[in-house]
T-cell receptor
Framework: SQTIHQWPATLVQPVGSPLSLECTVEGTSNPNLYWYRQAAGRGLQLLFYSVGIGQISSEVPQNLSASRPQDRQFILSSKKLLLSDSGFYLC??????????????FGDGTRLSIL | AQSVTQPDIHITVSEGASLELRCNYSYGATPYLFWYVQSPGQGLQLLLKYFSGDTLVQGIKGFEAEFKRSQSSFNLRKPSVHWSDAAEYFCAVGPFTGGGNKLTFGTGTQLKVEL
């Protein structure tokens, strides 16, 4: 069966420090991968998605970047964190097919607090 | 552009009572529709999905949802709520064709269950 791992679960960082959040998927190949940020009362905001190694699409301009160095690894980064980067970050994957309509499957998230 | 509206931010029901969470979508073609549940500090878990066919869809944990094209709705129901159902519920709509299989999420409905 497929599993998705995110770490760390909780992170406290000072303003201006770098960031690296990692997500890996097991039990599937060639997945679509996604990074979301969730703010209270505002649902999920899609930050980045990837349909293959090295292929990253950014959905919103921001202080963050994403990379996909391996097929089942997705990394969210920042060179200098801002207070507004605080939030709950979720990684997700879906089956990559020619058609659409595949559900996404989520990790347990990372709670990021910026001081 | 596709959009999802969950008009109820908070809902409180008594344990054993029936539940209906509302979801309205806006999409130009036949949508793919999903309901997810999120417990505090956790990721999202897929409850059920609608692609085509029977408009009444059964999911996990005793939930069901009904697709009504004429009303652009996909409401989630449960005949008898358990205290463990207290969580946040998200409705999502997917694209008809490729594009990274992105989903659009509603802002969520927080369910409280009174004992």
């Amino acid at each position: 069966s497929q599993t998705i791992h995110q770490w760390p679960a909780t992170l406290v960082q000072p303003v201006g420090s770098p960031l690296s959040l990692e997500c890996t998927v097991e039990g599937t190949s060639n997945p679509n991968l996604y990074w979301y940020r969730q703010a209270a009362g505002r649902g999920l905001q899609l930050l980045f998605y990837s349909v293959g190694i090295g292929q990253i699409s950014s959905e919103v301009p921001q202080n963050l970047s994403a990379s996909r160095p391996q097929d089942r690894q997705f990394i969210l980064s920042s060179k200098k964190l801002l207070l507004s980067d605080s939030g709950f970050y979720l990684c997700a994957w879906s089956v990559r097919t020619q058609g659409a309509g595949q559900p996404q499957h989520f990790g347990d998230g990372t709670r990021l607090s910026i001081l | 552009a596709q959009s999802v509206t969950q008009p109820d931010i908070h809902i409180t029901v008594s344990e054993g009572a029936s539940l209906e969470l509302r979801c309205n979508y806006s999409y130009g073609a036949t949508p793919y529709l999903f309901w997810y549940v999120q417990s505090p500090g956790q990721g999202l878990q897929l409850l059920l999905k609608y692609f085509s066919g029977d408009t009444l869809v059964q999911g996990i944990k005793g939930f069901e949802a009904e697709f009504k094209r004429s009303q652009s709705s996909f409401n989630l129901r449960k005949p008898s709520v358990h205290w463990s159902d207290a969580a946040e519920y998200f409705c999502a709509v997917g694209p008809f064709t490729g594009g990274g299989n992105k989903l659009t999420f509603g802002t969520g409905t927080q369910l409280k269950v009174e004992l």
